[in-house]
């Protein structure tokens, strides 16, 4: 963390004219006078002696100095949009990371997220289609808004970049995202590795099946299969042997050009660098146009050329064959290494980053995004280090193996707090002013009208600084922006939400006007498209669809460019769930059958207690590893009988295919109910049962059901 009590006592002595001269930077030739002004009323309330260390006051806050045409009096250059989300039906609060690890990304977090990527999405998508035009300095003039003008910027990083990333590619929208994975997962680099992986070694069988069902090769289930069929053992020698074999039809032409293609490429790695290999093989097969035809297309690209960039590298190392490169690959895996998806180079893209990584950039349109994300304070080492507390130690019992904090660890650990959420709000400043004409600032609360109702003590009666007691208890970004909003005249909707609670005072905006506005969570995932750049591919003719394919080409190709064509997409169908787990589906069954074994519907419930309350009892969780166990290793088919399941539990123990615990933990009733069930008799009477099964079944929707569920929609 940065430590600005050096920068503030320099500050402080300059200022009283000690040592040097104090010289404010205040001009801001970046942002619009709409953008300053809300940015300086909101951080006169938060920047104060007590919080961080300075007044945020007259001499000190920004001063407009960009020259920007006028704007039309509709047009609002901030917006502050703040979803409202129902209580966790399982009883959760508001998502709490207080105390997770930096890796933590929490659940619930991460899908409020999603809703919020996807309606910024949306108004990404209805700029490029409303034509919006941002002014350019160095034209002077205005012009049409492109992506490259768009960021969006978040606090953390991690899988919340992937989840943003997604969220714009749904609709079609480009993104530029510096992640920390996404490259070595990416399919297509998957696809070329298998590939390599099958030349160095076709007795790899996993690899080289994985090369044949690529887009490399083509096949499809059924002609592996048939492959499989031939011969056991090896699939590379079943391979071989249907390529001999006249009575596959088909299937043997394309195993004879498999082999072939295949000993072609070994041939070649034998005395080519890796590079040169897999040029090859995207020159032979046409891989780069396939990518082309896919969603993120530009991007996959990219990959590609990150892969051929890596294997270039590669050639000066010691082993610089094909089998060294696929070691240095094994070890990168084994060390859960990801390198990030590649970043296209001046590319008209959206750029979603960190608020760190924005730091001395500047971006026409700016979303600030996850502003309900709770801060996360980490406090759970039994030693804090804090520079003005000095240590702050746990006390540890060695005998018991007990340990207690300490006074020592109290006030380092609060006052380790106050500096982290000092450092937040500088890291707010730092994202709302990286916006040069448009700022558009959200997030999600479940306990908005709670919050609202709170924020008026924010407040001392006349000063208009939050109190350093209400900055220091917030716990995300919107328990500081909620209190300033509410007591801004555009705050109605806000004030709406607890209205016997407003005293009537108003701060004076100093000219900061914006807008606030309060939206349903399932609001933001409403219209969701899977490819909003083109709706109309399902009307064109198949000659409109040839010189759609003439007039693309890509520019270092001479081919025509590969462009995927999908049906329009069916919105607004209510009731019809594209996913649903297997928790939903087991709280739904429980829920309409009453048959709750343990008294209540939260999933609070299922919470084992700890060791020492439970004492001798068997823990839900247990039940289940117990249940599933026996299932998977007893002796098949299993009489539905009390005793034989008994009996079946007692020989698994003996012949340790069960240990003490989990047959201790088995519930005969649970086994006997299951056997003797309608799923437990199919099971009992089929031929062949496989014991592990993907987690997944596609339900098919009768159009019937679409066109009833759109004719409610429409009524």
Known sequence: MAEPGLFLDRYRRYSRGEDGVCIDLRDNYRSRTEVVSVINYLFRQLFHEATSGFDYDKRSEMRAS?????????????????????????????????????????????????????????????????????????????????????????????????????????????????????????????????????????????????????????????????????????????????????????????????????RRWRALASRAQVADLVRGILEETGYLLYLDGMTRGTIRRANVDKLLDLATSHRATERGDLFGFLEVWRAWEEANLDLGAALLADADAVSVMTVHHSKGLEFARVFVLDLGRQFNFSHNGPLLLERTTGIGAHMFDPVTGQRWRTVASIAAAYADKREALAEEARILYVAMTRAKEKLILVGTSQKLEQKVHQSYQAHVPGNPQLTAGWFFAARSYLDWLVPAWVRHPAGAALRALAKGAFDGHLFDPEGATLSVSIHAGDEAAMGAVENHADPS??????????????????????????????????????????????????????????????????????????AFVRAHSVSPRERGTAFHAFMQ?????????????????????????????????????????????????????AACVYREQPFFHRIDVPAAMVRRCLSWRRA
């Open 66 to 262: 960009a020259s920007y045409p006028s704007l039309e009096e509709a047009q609002l250059t901030v917006e502050c949009h703040i979803f409202t989300v129902s209580p966790d039906p399982d009883g959760a609060g508001e998502p709490d990371t207080e105390g997770a690890g930096d890796g933590q990304e929490d659940t619930v977090a991460l899908e409020r997220l999603e809703l919020e990527a996807d309606w910024a999405a949306r108004q990404i998508w209805q700029w490029m289609q409303e034509k919006s035009a941002v002014y350019d300095s160095k034209l002077e003039s205005s012009r049409a808004l492109a992506y490259r003008d768009i960021a969006i910027l978040l606090r953390t990083g991690k899988q919340s970049l992937n989840v943003v990333v997604a969220a714009l590619q749904r609709y079609g929208i480009p993104a530029n995202a510096n992640t920390s994975t996404g490259f070595f997962n990416a399919p297509e680099i998957q696809w070329l590795i298998a590939a390599l992986r099958a030349i160095d070694n076709p007795l790899d069988s996993l690899s080289l099946v994985a090369l044949l069902r690529s887009p490399l090769m083509g096949w499809d289930d059924v002609m592996l299969a048939r492959v499989r069929l031939v011969a056991g053992g090896s699939y590379w020698h079943a391979l071989c042997k249907a390529a001999d074999s006249a009575e596959l039809g088909a299937v043997r032409q394309a195993a004879v050009a498999a082999c072939a293609r295949i």
């Open 537 to 610: 591919f399902s009307n064109l003719s198949i000659d409109d669809i040839q010189a759609r394919l003439a007039a693309s080409r890509h520019p270092s190709e001479g081919g025509p460019r590969a462009v995927q064509i999908r049906p329009v997409q069916v919105r607004g169908v209510d009731h019809l769930y594209a996913k649903v787990t297997a928790t939903d589906m087991r709280r739904l069954h429980t829920a309409l059958s009453g048959r709750s074994r343990h008294g209540t519907g939260s999933a609070a419930s299922l919470l084992e207690d700890p």
């Open 633 to 685: 290793r007893c002796t098949w088919p299993c009489a539905a009988e009390a005793d034989a399941v008994a009996e079946e539990r007692d020989r698994l123990f003996a012949k340790g295919l069960l240990d003490a615990r989990l047959a201790s933990a088995l519930q005969v009733d649970d086994v006997v109910q299951f056997l003797r069930s309608d799923l437990g008799l199919r099971m009992r009477k």
